[in-house]
């Protein structure tokens, strides 16, 4: 039995499509399935949640594929009851799928459907874990409510301005219109120099492995990566891979708005590592201290503002079925 989780207007309504052609194919092909679709923001935390616990009794794993962005794979980790239980697909319909763009996914929605269905042994993906040791009462325009102290991530989780960027465009009206034109990323980038020259930038610490710190004057972001790329399709971190028991860490400071941007097109490709103002770190644990309160995202999502996280990986948690 397949569970499938689908956000149906993940990429302005491409998921449904994309959907409806994979229905096609489960039923030509006689797998057994169910089907559930989320109908509003949180809704496939709540829904894994669901199917977790109703089959929490029973012996064998649980086979749940997500389809929609990477949001929508996040919200299905943070409903995970027992990660050692539920085996994870994945078929991405988003605007950025920068998890799936870190592993090489078929271009084939059905391609990628047919690699999970015939997968017998699921790979052992490490994820990432966020802790909010000092929370702030602030919450994003597009999350209300209680936040949970504890998130996990499968591409990265970050700090200051790429936290602030998701945040915006969460709730930019213009991105759905954009994207059906094919022309989403406008919204980005008229956040991005938005952001670039308009946030407050703060002094902050990065505490590595519980033993080093670092201190930065006037922090942009720090970010931790458990896959290269993030922001659909900057490789902030050429070298994170998702099976090496370690997060990347990409720091950003001390640097004008003018170098950012010019920064930004060696950034797909990696080479931005170059810039002396940018620091890569490998490590099993970070924390990250500031002065003032700056967003915080996974995954792209957005919940607060913090001034202290803790993050660290959990290698080989995540059951993946590829």
């Not at 994170?240 to 990409?250: R, S, Y």
């Amino acid at each position: 039995m397949y569970y499938f989780l689908v956000n149906p207007s993940s990429c302005s309504g491409r998921g449904l499509k994309i959907w409806q052609d994979l229905e096609a194919y489960l039923k030509e092909t006689s797998v057994e399935y169910k089907s559930y679709f989320s109908k509003r923001q949180g809704h496939v935390e709540e829904l894994m949640r669901d199917i977790c616990e109703e089959h929490a009794a029973d012996p064998s794993p649980i086979n749940v594929v997500v389809l929609g962005g990477d949001g929508t794979m996040d919200e299905a980790l943070q409903g995970i009851l027992d990660f050692d239980k539920v085996n994870v697909g994945y078929i991405p319909t988003g605007s950025s799928n920068d998890f799936a763009r870190a592993l090489t996914y078929p271009d084939s929605p059905v391609k990628a459907l047919e690699r999970i269905l015939e997968c017998k042994e699921p790979l052992r993906y490490d994820l990432g874990r966020l802790k909010y040791e000092a929370m702030s009462e602030e919450r994003s325009r597009f999350h209300k409510g209680t936040i949970p102290s504890v998130r996990y991530f499968d591409v990265s989780c970050g700090i200051g301005f790429d936290a602030a960027v998701c945040e915006e465009a969460l709730a930019a009206g213009s991105k759905n219109f954009l994207n059906k034109i094919g022309l989403g990323k406008l919204t980005y980038l008229i956040i991005c120099l938005k952001q670039l020259f308009g946030s407050r930038l703060s002094a902050g610490t990065l505490i590595l492995d519980d033993d080093e710190k670092i201190s930065f004057e006037k922090l942009r972001f720090i970010v931790g990566m458990n896959t290269c790329y993030e922001g659909g399709g900057f490789k902030f971190a050429p070298a994170a891979v998702p099976t090496d028991g370690h997060l990347d860490i990409c720091a950003v400071s001390d640097i004008n708005p003018f170098s950012v941007i010019l920064s930004l097109p060696s950034a797909m490709k990696g080479k931005h590592v170059k810039n002396k103002k940018i620091h890569i770190y490998r490590v099993r644990s970070y924390e990250v201290i500031t002065e003032i309160p700056l967003w915080v995202h996974t995954d792209g999502e957005v919940y607060t503002k913090a001034t202290h996280i803790k993050v660290n990986v959990i290698p080989g948690k995540l059951r993946f079925l590829a």
